[in-house]
């Protein structure tokens, strides 16, 4: 006797969602992907469609230095907002700043005079006079819905997908050089937990990390 498999439907794993479509967004999947209804999503920056520009704190020490973004000036992981520079260390010819994304995390630090390459990619110059402490740069991503990409969820990658960020409603498969469009639950809404797909394998700490992230954006596994 053949045996059917019944595959995944759509959608079926929303339990309870925000009125008029609030909960969902059209995405874009990336190339070499997979996905299921259910997948776990995580999303990167398109680097050529992000624009950053970089400001000098008006209260900064006078003639204190300047910083440079890099061409280009942000990664994948990139977040749209503002990032936030402050010194925390200053030195004679030289200083320390602490870096914190949109969300008011520490991604690093900075030394003056060495190019800082991780979300933002820039290098902060000594000026005439040395930093002080509290002396900043503000440097603003400008990423709307279109300048991100999803793919299947990997708690091994490095280029954003690591991260938690959705989960697709609809199947989609793209080979190279190949996107695809679909809708995806991007926020405020409940889904059965049972009916995700997860990357074969993962880790019962990585799906609890990727249970929070989703939690943080308002979507409850129950």
């Known amino acids: 006797m053949t045996v059917f498999t019944e595959g995944r439907h759509a959608a079926e794993f929303v339990l309870s969602e925000a009125q008029r479509m609030f909960s969902r967004d059209n995405i874009t999947i990336a190339a070499e992907q997979t996905i299921k209804p259910g997948s776990v999503l995580g999303k990167r920056a398109v680097v050529a469609g992000v624009v950053a520009t970089a400001a000098a704190d008006a209260g900064n020490t006078a003639s204190s230095g300047a910083l440079t973004l890099a061409d280009p000036a942000v990664s994948s992981r990139a977040k749209d907002g503002v990032y936030n520079i402050v010194c925390i260390e200053p030195a004679t010819n030289a200083g320390t700043f602490e870096v914190f994304d949109p969300t008011g995390r ?116 129950r």
Do not use: C, M
Not at 140 to 146: F, I, K, L, S
Not at 167 to 179: F, N, P, Q, R, V
Not at 212 to 217: E, F
């Open 106 to 221: 520490s991604i690093g630090k900075a030394t003056v005079g060495v190019a800082f390459n991780k979300e933002i990619k820039f290098t902060i110059a000594d000026g005439s006079g040395d930093f002080v402490a509290g002396d900043r740069f503000t440097v603003t991503v400008q990423a709307d819905n279109a300048d991100f990409e999803y793919g299947a969820h990997d708690p091994a990658a490095t280029d954003g997908f690591e991260v938690a960020a959705a989960i697709a409603l609809y199947e989609a498969t793209t080979g190279e050089s190949e996107s695809a469009a679909i809708s995806a639950i991007t926020r405020h809404a409940e889904v059965n937990g049972h009916l995700l797909t997860w990357k074969t394998g993962i880790a019962a700490a990585d799906k609890a990390n990727g249970l929070q992230a989703l939690a943080d954006k308002g979507i409850i596994v």
